[in-house]
T-cell receptor, first 111, second 113 residues
Framework: GDSVTQMEGPVTLSEEAFLTINCTYT??????LFWYVQYPGEGLQLLLK?????DKGSNKGFEATYRKETTSFHLEKGSVQVSDSAVYFC??????????FGQGTELSVKP | GAVVSQHPSRVICKSGTSVKIECRSL??????MFWYRQFPKQSLMLMAT?????????EQGVEKDKFLINHASLTLSTLTVTSAHPEDSSFYIC?????????FGQGTRLTVV
């Protein structure tokens, strides 16, 4: 079945460092891809999305490009801040609104 | 965008009791509601899908008699954890919306002691 695999955390970075969180997927058809963020004690929030191959989703300085040839949707940010500390989930949805999540990657940014 | 209000945000209950979690869609007709569970350090796992006015569809391995889902209206879906045990302690979160526009509740942290 469809699945999402993320790099394991936790990831610890210094403020202003470059961030990459890898995400690859397995799916039939043409899924939509998402990154969600979960701040401590809160529910999930959509960070960005891409609905077709070569689309780039971006928000709050984060970017991810839908790469069908490598079945990847890696999350990047050029300069992280302490406030970016959270758990990041890569996800896909194919049909019927069912979201399939990766295992999540915890990011900790130190000042 | 649409807002989904989920409560309670935190609940502690004794083993053997039941807990009801509500998700209200405030400005959106939630025809379908998805219920997820997240154990510590793990990803969200879909438990069940409910459609307004019909029986919920449960994922493999989820006990339908233990996790009762009611979706009686387009604005309210409830999940009741019956005869809760410590292993049911988890983060429960509801989601509605279409595939490219999902709206999550704030989540409920359930602790069974």
């Amino acid at each position: 079945g469809d699945s999402v695999t993320q790099m394991e955390g936790p990831v610890t970075l210094s403020e202003e460092a470059f961030l990459t969180i890898n995400c690859t997927y397995t799916a039939t058809g043409y899924p939509s891809l998402f990154w969600y963020v979960q701040y401590p004690g809160e529910g999930l929030q959509l960070l960005l999305k891409a609905t077709k191959a070569d689309d780039k989703g971006s928000n709050k300085g984060f970017e991810a490009t839908y790469r069908k040839e490598t079945t990847s949707f890696h999350l990047e940010k050029g300069s992280v801040q302490v406030s970016d500390s959270a758990v990041y989930f890569c996800a896909l949805t194919n049909q019927g609104g069912k979201l399939i999540f990766g295992q999540g990657t915890e990011l900790s940014v130190k000042p | 965008g649409a807002v989904v209000s989920q409560h309670p945000s935190r609940v502690i209950c004794k083993s053997g009791t039941s807990v009801k979690i509500e998700c209200r869609s405030l400005d959106f007709q939630a025809t379908t509601m998805f219920w997820y569970r997240q154990f510590p350090k793990q990803s969200l796992m879909l438990m069940a899908t409910s459609n307004e006015g019909s029986k919920a569809t449960y994922e493999q391995g989820v006990e339908k008699d233990k996790f009762l889902i009611n979706h009686a209206s387009l604005t309210l879906s409830t999940l009741t954890v019956t005869s809760a045990h410590p292993e049911d302690s988890s983060f429960y979160i509801c989601k509605t919306g279409v595939s490219t526009e999902a709206f999550f509740g704030q989540g409920t942290r359930l602790t069974v002691v």
